[in-house]
């Protein structure tokens, strides 16, 4: 008999969730906008409601339980969210064991950047290996450490912050209370950013697609601003590789059309500072998924239920 899960990926104005089964195939899809100003109580009955409407058209198959990606801090054993800007009011709030009543179903809450990592780990881009890093590349930056083709926790949860590390000692501050975070050296936002203050183009906030396009038609600026930010995840890759000696590194996200213009440096960088890469097949390579691969990851969670009980 097979078996299917539903995965979730919440976000602070809509969800998206999808029926997946066990092997990895996609049954049925929804994306459903949420109602935040009507409260907690409210949007966790649409997240309940779209989950069972789900459930109620798969008329084969045994149900696994229920995945949700968020995007924020988790206590992973007690599946309460302790700190989301896009969630704040479902912080600190017994959110899966609320889910689970209602439903009458298991559900397993797992940050959004480590299920997008289970999810290339599972069917995407690190299928082959059972151990990869993936740094998701966006507003801010994500991580998602997998070992033995699971999420590397931590002793609560927190493990995997890797956007937050430091690449430049004395650099931009981060609200995270840091200086120098990767996320503030190469993340979309960062790039944008920096071609604000570099007046790439003549209209303010230019868009990191935009930047990549004017790199690509030769612009000189567009061009350093992407070489400034392969250097910054150049340093970073080059302490993950040293400290985990993982066979793949994988990089997603907005930013990655632009790989030929940041990836120079980028392997410069981690060749220069990284004796275990220049002394090992490590491979660092473009995830497969795109926005999916949280999904698939929240849905891969229910078959994967014993690294997330105590
Ligand atoms: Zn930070």
Redesign the pocket.
Known sequence: MTEYSIGVDLGGTNLRAAVVDQDGNLLDQVNVATSPDKGRDYVIGEIVDSIQKLRAKQSEGRFAGVGIGVPGFILIDKGIIVGSNNLAFLEGFALRDDIERRLGAPVILENDANSAALGESWIGAGQDVDDLVLLTLGTGIGGGIIYGNRVMHGREGMAGEL??ITVVPNGNP???G?VG?L??HASATAISCLADLMRVTPHPNPSAEEIFKLAAAGDWKAQQIFRSMGEALGVALAMLINTFNFPLFLLSGGPLPAWDYFAPAMIDEVKRRSFTYRNTKTRIEKAKLGNQAGLFGAAYLPFQAQNYRA
Request: with cysteine.
């Open positions: 956007g937050h981060c609200g995270c840091n975070c996320e503030k």
